[in-house]
């Protein structure tokens, strides 16, 4: 079962490996991200809370990573946790996701795309039943896929 300890164990001892790797250099990188898609993914930015194009959006679907397409989070386990990022108790597979700890501002963990790396956002141990995990995630990083 999916839940922090996973977490703590990926961290470690990093994810299973993912189905692919996508590797590009920054000026590909910029050629193909816009700006602020740039500053969050490749530079690790965070978008400011509430702006995100995703964060009160509910339908049905999965959510891809912008600089891979790899599917990351499903709609049906994406939840309002009122911070103003996208949030989600659970990846669709544990090795889509990577996990780095962030000494940035205290002691936090890094949310990463396992294919092409790139920043996600963070991940803290107080989100929802069964998983007790919230994935919080930049609308930057994010495409819907239905
Ligand atoms: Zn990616």
């Not at 400011?48 to 995703?54: A, V």
């Not at 890094?110 to 007790?132: I, K, Q, R, T």
């Amino acid at each position: 079962m999916f839940n922090w300890k996973s977490i703590y164990s990926y961290l470690d001892n990093g994810t299973p490996a993912p189905p692919r790797k996508v590797e590009r250099s920054e000026e590909e990188w910029k050629e193909i991200l816009t700006p602020a898609q740039f500053r969050v993914m490749r530079m690790k930015g965070t978008e400011r809370p509430h702006t995100g194009g995703l964060c009160s959006f509910y339908e049905a679907g999965r959510y891809a990573c912008v600089g891979c397409d790899t599917e990351l989070f499903d709609s049906n386990l994406k939840f309002d946790s009122g911070t103003g990022w996208p949030s989600f108790s659970e990846p669709v597979a544990d090795n889509v996701i990577q996990y780095e700890l962030d000494t940035t501002y205290g002691r936090r963990i890094e949310v990463l795309c396992n294919v092409c790396e790139a920043h996600l956002g963070h991940v803290f141990p107080d989100g929802p039943e069964p998983s007790g995990v919230r994935f919080c995630i930049n609308s930057e990083s994010l495409k819907f896929v239905e």
